[in-house]
């Protein structure tokens, strides 16, 4: 029989389908199975008006069959079938979809669930295939006709005989070109786990003889009655590669834990049961499953670059993306699981969504969700959250302190923070709702542990004013803090504050002006020591922060202590950052009077020793490092002889 020609375009069309829009040639298969799913689809729709289909839904069924030696692949449904013009249509013309026309043609039916769009995705079987035998014969009709090419050069049709309604592909695979090994498409296992990577809902049994080996009865002893290995035979089952109905389509009552456990450890690679379950099904503007997890544990990579986010992208229950990254934000990372839309706009190849703003819809939805989740978790279990907020709240603060604060409202009340007066994890409005109404600032201390903070000598005054501290040990909280600015509610917001900063609102005017009155009178005392220390710090002066420590050091600038550590700390910073020192004296301790008797006496030499020891004292008790060692040792040597 004379060849016929493609009537879409030329070689050039044909062979951009076949290696340049699929970017992995196992998709050839679920390219296959969902044209196999949709043929049934119509039957089965069919046979609901019409009494001549004598097949219930029970006979559906897509089979798989392997010969290694003819290297075929075959691919047979029992479905609708194809008369000789549809199949020159829907083979015989490039991007001319069936399943897509009788989808549009039942549109108004919502029984109609069928996969194809595009009519692309049988040309994919060529990335495997040498050549391509289609056999099929349509529902009602007594012929049968036989479809055959070997690529872009064209294709024959004749008639065949094939006794059932229905449809086989019969794919010729190609012989091991270099790095490619097409072998494996023609191993059962590597099938099966195609099947089950892409096409495990199709809502049809896919059926494949599989072979199988097991021990033999009474060979697992030797003669003497003693336990040896058994030997083993070899047997061929039929097995139903699929699960057809996904988990998140049963219904929710029919579902136990358990169950929704062993589908997040098997699906997601992770060994400990989920802290928690989110399924959904929306309706609307986008309509779509989703059923999310959230980890019990950390990944050990996911603070890293290697760490891919992303949802598995379902549609009609076939997998078209592994990790969609566009439907999670950033802050929400952790979150793992999958989305299932009948209705997405995919690209030609099936594997990508060709309209942002259904990715938006969806995206925005499941923000909501997983926002409205944390926050019920956080009220109505907060010893499991916490448990959460230890693996993740790390990526919940750069999430709010990323983009400038877009997010804060959204995830400012999921944070937490230790309280010092409390000994536990407090929110922002737990702490705000706690304060005195005296209370000017929300207070906190950033440094690397609890410990050190609770040690600090700002510290000690403002817990004993009875306002609370919020402890702060990840490098990114006060930079968050300092974003954030302030919180409260409306017209009654409360700056943040750090302790090490130079005025902390303690004292009243009355003390102010004391304090001011007593740095005046000492001011050639305090030049001196500033002298000594040079650059180190900007200005020496009395404190009104400090209870019994005799010295501290604050900050006068916009750049915290902790900021200058943090910033310092980062690999790509070219140079040292100093933040605005101050080295500020206990007016009521013992060695302030000292300080003055050294003035006084005119011993500079002294007292420069005196004001170096103080600062690196300082630096010490803030957890940040003594720029000089040798000479702080040298220093108290001085002092000790």
């Known amino acids: 029989m004379a060849k016929k020609q493609f009537k879409a375009e030329s070689k050039r069309?044909?062979?951009?389908?076949?290696?340049?829009?699929?970017?992995?040639?196992?998709?050839?298969?679920?390219?296959?199975?969902?044209?196999?799913?949709?043929?049934?689809?119509?039957?089965?729709?069919?046979?609901?008006?019409?009494?001549?289909?004598?097949?219930?839904k029970n006979d559906f069924y897509i089979r798989l069959n392997l010969n290694r030696e003819n290297r075929t692949l075959t691919v047979r449904d029992n479905g609708i079938g194809m008369t000789k013009d549809e199949l020159e249509q829907n083979l015989g013309t490039i991007a001319k979809s069936g399943s897509f026309d009788f989808k549009k043609e039942n549109e108004t039916d919502g029984k109609v669930d069928v996969i194809g769009q595009f009519g692309v995705g049988f040309y994919s079987a060529f990335m495997v295939a040498e050549r391509v035998t289609v056999r099929s014969r349509a529902f009602g009709s007594d012929e049968a006709w036989q479809w055959e090419s070997t690529g872009a050069s064209g294709y024959t049709i004749e008639p065949c005989d094939k006794d059932d309604v229905g449809t086989e592909i019969i794919l010729v695979v190609k012989e091991n070109e270099g790095e490619e090994k097409y072998d494996e498409f023609l191993d059962d296992w590597r099938i099966a786990e195609i099947v089950k990577k892409y096409s495990d809902y199709i809502r049809w049994p896919i059926k494949m003889m599989r072979e199988k080996s097991r021990p033999i009865e009474g060979t697992d002893k030797d003669a003497e009655g003693h336990y040896k290995a058994p030997e083993y035979e070899s047997y061929t089952e039929d097995e139903t590669?699929?699960?057809?109905?996904?988990?998140?389509k049963r219904d929710k009552k029919d579902v136990k834990d358990e169950e929704y456990a062993e589908f997040y450890k098997s699906k997601f690679g992770d060994y400990s049961d989920p802290a928690r379950i989110i399924r959904s099904k929306?309706?609307?503007?986008?309509?779509?499953?989703s059923l999310l997890f959230i980890p019990s544990r950390t990944p050990y990579n996911f603070y890293t670059k290697e760490y891919e986010k992303g949802l598995q992208l379902y549609s009609s229950g076939v997998l078209i993306m592994?990790?969609?990254?566009?439907?999670?934000?950033?802050?929400?990372?952790?979150?793992?699981?999958?989305?299932?839309?009948?209705?997405?706009?995919?690209?030609?190849?099936?594997?990508?969504?060709?309209?942002?703003?259904?990715?938006?819809?969806?995206?925005?939805?499941?923000?909501?969700?997983?926002?409205?989740?944390?926050?019920?978790?956080?009220?109505?279990?907060?010893?499991?959250?916490?448990?959460?907020?230890?693996?993740?709240?790390?990526?919940?603060?750069?999430?709010?302190?990323?983009?400038?604060?877009?997010?804060?409202?959204?995830?400012?009340?999921?944070?937490?923070?230790?309280?010092?007066?409390?000994?536990?994890?407090?929110?922002?409005?737990e702490y705000y709702e706690a304060m005195p109404e005296d209370q000017k600032y929300i207070?906190?201390?950033?440094?690397?542990?609890?410990?050190?903070?609770?040690?600090?000598?700002?510290?000690?005054?403002?817990?004993?004013?009875?306002?609370?501290?919020?402890?702060?040990?990840?490098?990114?909280?006060?930079?968050?803090?300092?974003?954030?600015?302030?919180?409260?509610?409306?017209?009654?917001?409360?700056e943040f504050r750090n302790i090490t900063s130079d005025d902390l609102g303690l004292e009243t005017e009355a003390e102010k002006e004391e304090t001011k009155a007593k740095n005046e009178e000492n001011k050639a005392l305090f030049d001196a020591?500033?002298?000594?220390?040079?650059?180190?710090?900007?200005?020496?002066?009395?404190?009104?922060?400090?209870?019994?420590?005799?010295?501290?050091?604050?900050?006068?600038?916009p750049l915290s202590l902790e900021m200058e550590k943090v910033l310092n700390n980062m690999p790509a910073q070219p140079e040292k950052i100093?933040?605005?020192?101050?080295?500020?004296?206990?007016?009521?301790?013992?060695?302030f009077p000292a300080l003055r008797r050294l003035f006084e006496a005119n011993d500079t030499e002294k007292l420069g020793v005196y004001a170096e020891i103080l600062y690196d004292q300082a630096l010490l008790m803030e957890g940040l490092t003594i720029e000089d060692p040798v000479a702080y040792a040298n220093n108290i040597c001085k002092l000790m002889v």
């Not at 929306?282 to 499953?289: D, L, M, P, Q, V």
């Open 529 to 557: 020591m500033k002298e000594a220390l040079g650059d180190k710090v900007t200005e020496v002066r009395l404190s009104s922060n400090l209870k019994t420590h005799p010295v501290c050091l604050t900050s006068s600038g």
């Open 241 to 248: 590669l699929n699960s057809m109905v996904p988990i998140w």
């Open 578 to 591: 100093k933040s605005e020192k101050v080295l500020e004296i206990n007016g009521t301790h013992d060695i």
């Open 322 to 429: 592994d990790k969609c990254a566009d439907l999670l934000p950033d802050y929400f990372s952790f979150v793992k699981g999958l989305v299932d839309s009948e209705d997405l706009s995919l690209n030609i190849s099936r594997e990508t969504l060709q309209h942002d703003s259904q990715l938006r819809l969806i995206r925005s939805t499941l923000e909501r969700k997983i926002k409205n989740e944390l926050t019920s978790w956080l009220r109505n279990d907060r010893e499991k959250y916490e448990e959460f907020f230890k693996n993740f709240g790390l990526q919940l603060k750069m999430g709010c302190y990323a983009s400038y604060g877009m997010n804060r409202d959204l995830l400012q009340d999921l944070l937490l923070f230790h309280s010092a007066k409390e000994n536990k994890y407090v929110t922002l409005r």
């Open 13 to 56: 069309l044909l062979d951009m389908m076949i290696n340049s829009i699929y970017t992995h040639k196992e998709i050839f298969l679920r390219e296959l199975v969902s044209n196999a799913s949709d043929a049934i689809d119509k039957l089965y729709f069919r046979s609901l008006t019409d009494d001549s289909v004598k097949l219930a």
């Open 443 to 494: 207070y906190y201390a950033a440094g690397e542990s609890i410990d050190r903070l609770a040690k600090l000598p700002s510290a000690e005054r403002v817990l004993d004013k009875g306002f609370d501290i919020l402890y702060l040990t990840d490098d990114v909280d006060e930079f968050l803090l300092r974003m954030l600015n302030t919180y409260g509610d409306k017209d009654k917001e409360k």
């Open 282 to 289: 929306t309706e609307g503007t986008a309509t779509f499953h």
